[in-house]
Structure formats: C-alpha cells, structure tokens
C-alpha cells in the first residue's frame, strides 16, 4: 500500500462547508506509511475548524474499514494552514511501532543509563529497538554503547538524504554526540538545538522499529516540546533517585506530560540508585540516598511505581566500557526486566 493509495481513499471524505473533498483542499499535510502504520496529519485553513474532529473521525473509520490489519493515526494540527507553500515533509519514522520518552526531573539520576539498559532489556526480550539521543547538550548514548568514533554516513533514499545511524549490540542509536567532538562545547540557542533533533528524527534511517526511546534532557523545555510536536510520543517513562531534592522535580515532569496540550501518558516512575550493594556483600543493601522517595510520590501522584534499580558496580562499569550492564550481568538484566515488561504492557495496552 502506498501513501497515493491513502490520499485516493481520503477523497471521498468531503469538508461539509466548503464543499470539496480534504485532498484536494489541501488539507493533507502529511501521510506516512510503512509497517503496518498508516499515519495522517490534517492542517485545515481555519485555526479552529469546527468540522475536524468528525473528518478525523471519518477518515479513521475508512482507512480501518479498507486496511483492518494497519494501526491508523489521524492526527489534527491545530494553526491553520501555512501562508506560504512549503515542501511536502518527508519522514523516516513510518516505521516505527512505539515511542518511549524517558525523562528526569533534574539531571545526575541515571537517565541515560536507564534509558540504555531498557533498550538492552527490550532487545532481550526479541524486540527491534532504537534509541534518540535527544539530551541535545550532554548526550551520553555514543559512550554508554562503544561508538563515540562513529561518524554518520548520508545515503540517498527516493531522492531524500537519509542518515544512516550507528547499530550497537543491535539497537540503532542516533546522537548528536555523532556530529560533535566530545571536547567541544554546545553553545545553541533553543531553535538551532530543535532544528538539529528535527533533522534527526525525520532524516535518520530508521528502518522497522518495536520500539524507539528517546533520552530526553532533563526538566522541561523547548527539546520536549519539540519532540512532542514532532512524534507521536506512546508513553513516558520518569527516573528519579530516593532523594527528596530529585522527587521534587519529578512532580514537574509528571505535570508537564499530563498537561491538556501535551496529554502523553505516564507509563510510571523508577527509582534509579535505589541502594548500595557492595560486590564482596551481594546482600546487603544501604540506602545511602535515602528509601523510598519515588514510591510515595508515584502514589500522590497517581501513576505507578515501576520498580527499582540499585547501584552496582556493574552498571557504572558497563556504561563506561560501552556495554550496558543488561547485557552482561544477568542480575542487572533481571531488574530492568521486572520493569520494562511493566512498560510494555501499558505501552501496547494504550
């Protein structure tokens, strides 16, 4: 099935006041395929139009009804039409079946390293995966996985330029890391950061993916609504430490994905750093920054605590060596299976 297949279907579907049918109106922004994913994007000239939610309604019963076996997504773009043509957008991510944001409330709890050992985790557990390194001034996903060197290559695709990312233990990684000297300093303005995870998103050559995550910055700001804007985000998953400082800050990030403009599921929170296991005492535990902090909080807040991962030495070992510690250490693996079979389940759930 082709993208023209789609926009001949979605003729039939005519706008009640002008008349005319939303393809030829222009009111198709974009239409991806691929996957078993049909994914639509309509831009009406009016800001507010009153007829969109009934054609989206439409044009999603008619796309299932002709393609049952595809999950449909229509989607409403709120600000009317641009006044001037521009070119049609293309993207890479058709392909892609879930998207997890993984998100901290404040940097230094191990976002990163979560984010690499659940992509480890999910690949474990027979799934295709992929990681966005969107943590645009402190990307980390190059050395958590052994491939600081890489450099991207560009190959061209249906007369687009693809960006072929980096494939580590079989997850594809993509990083800003890729196009910067880890010397270097990120001196960006908010736009030029956004503009540079866009060409990341839309350009990379993602290929057919289960799951993509994405390692996003820590607190909220202009990387995070980029992203929201730019995908159709699945879930969100939160890492905080015991600490009240970093609980805190979590009840931020929790708000944000929970606002009416954002509307993302919280799939749940980690507690990362949980305690201290030393290697010669396997079953002591010390709870050197504090217990159970991000367990009451998920509580007051409503969403569900999704487990706990402790500090061994494994894990800081694993993520300077390039091999994520899920890999390697069947007890660390254990810890984030526990939590990542909680992820997908809501995830596929949703």
């Not at 557990?125 to 990681?131: D, F, K, L, N, Q």
């Not at 060197?149 to 993509?174: N, S």
Request: charged share 25%; glycine share 10%; net charge negative.
């Amino acid at each position: 099935m082709e993208e023209e297949q789609v926009r001949h279907l979605l003729q039939s579907i005519v706008h009640p006041e002008t008349g005319e049918d939303i393809v030829s109106s222009g009111f198709i922004e974009h239409v991806a395929v691929a996957a078993g994913k049909i994914t639509v994007v309509l831009r009406f000239a009016k800001t507010h139009d009153p007829f969109a939610i009934k054609i989206k309604n439409a044009a999603e019963q008619l796309l299932k009804s002709h393609h049952p076996e595809s999950e449909v997504l229509v989607v409403v773009k709120e600000g009317g039409q641009p006044k001037r043509p521009e070119p049609k957008l293309t993207t890479t991510t058709g392909g892609i079946a879930k998207i997890i944001a993984v998100a901290s409330g404040k940097g230094g709890v191990g976002k990163s390293t979560v984010t690499a050992n659940m992509a480890v985790t999910l690949r474990n557990m027979g799934y295709r995966v992929g990681i966005l390194d969107a943590d645009i001034y402190g990307p980390s996903q190059p050395k958590m996985f052994g491939c600081e060197g890489y450099i991207p290559d560009a190959e061209q695709e249906d007369g687009q330029d693809r960006i072929v990312p980096a494939t580590a233990q079989d997850v594809k990684i993509m990083s800003i890391g890729f196009f910067i000297k880890p010397t270097d300093a990120l001196l960006w303005r908010g736009a030029m950061a956004t503009s540079a995870l866009k060409q990341m998103i839309h350009q990379t050559r993602w290929g057919a993916l289960d799951f993509l995550l994405i390692d996003l910055p820590p607190g909220t700001g202009d990387v995070h609504l980029s992203i929201i804007g730019e995908l159709k985000v699945d879930a969100a998953v939160i890492v905080s430490t015991p600490q009240q400082v970093a609980v805190a800050d979590v009840l931020r990030g929790v708000e944000m994905f929970r606002n009416s403009n954002v509307n993302i599921p919280v799939a749940g929170i980690i507690e990362n750093m949980a305690w201290f296991t030393p290697e010669e005492l396997p079953q002591n535990r010390y709870y050197i920054f504090g217990k159970g902090g991000a367990k009451r909080l998920a509580e007051e807040c409503g969403v569900e605590f999704l487990g706990e991962i402790p500090i061994v030495q494994s894990i800081m070992e694993g993520g300077d060596g390039g091999h994520p510690a899920a890999g390697i250490d069947s007890r660390v693996e254990e810890w984030h299976r526990a939590i990542t079979e909680k992820v997908v389940e809501k995830v596929m759930k949703g």
